[in-house]
Nanobody, 120 residues
Framework: VQLQASGGGFVQAGGSLRLSCTASGHIFSVDDMGWYRQVSENQRELVATVTSAGYTNYADSAKGRFTISRDNAKNTMYLEMNSLKPEDTAVYFC???????????????WGQGTLVTVSS
C-alpha cells in the first residue's frame, strides 16, 4: 500500500493550491484520511481530516481557507487551499487508515510529503 501526494508548489500570498493524495496497492477499505504539515524537525501538525462518510475536521489555522474532500471510488483525497499565507509554508503529508482485507485491521500509512511554499 502506498500514499502518493502531489500538487505542492510555489505561490504568492493570497494564492491557491490544490493537493491530492491517492492510495494504491492491495486495498480493501480506506477509513479516515488527513493532511498534516511539518512545522519543525520533530513536529507534524494536523491540518484537516475527513472520514469515509465525508465528515471533516479542521485545524483553526485552516478553517475558512482550506477545504478537504475525497473521492472514495478513486481512493483519493484533496486539499483545496485558498488565501494562502507565508506561515502555510511547509511540507504537507497525507495520512490514511487502510485495511488490506476484510480480515485485517486498518493500519496507518503516511505519504511522502509535498512542499508548499508561499511567498510574501
Amino acid at each position: 500500500v502506498q500514499l502518493q501526494a502531489s500538487g505542492g508548489g510555489f505561490v504568492q500570498a493570497g494564492g491557491s493550491l490544490r493537493l491530492s493524495c491517492t492510495a494504491s496497492g492491495h486495498i480493501f477499505s480506506v477509513d479516515d484520511m488527513g493532511w498534516y504539515r511539518q512545522v519543525s524537525e520533530n513536529q507534524r501538525e494536523l491540518v484537516a481530516t475527513v472520514t469515509s462518510a465525508g465528515y471533516t475536521n479542521y485545524a483553526d489555522s485552516a478553517k475558512g481557507r482550506f477545504t478537504i474532500s475525497r473521492d472514495n471510488a478513486k481512493n483519493t483525497m484533496y486539499l483545496e487551499m485558498n488565501s494562502l499565507k507565508p506561515e502555510d509554508t511547509a511540507v504537507y503529508f497525507c495520512n490514511a487508515d487502510i485495511a488490506r482485507s476484510r480480515w485485517m485491521a486498518p493500519r496507518n500509512y503516511w505519504g511522502q510529503g509535498t512542499l508548499v511554499t508561499v511567498s510574501s
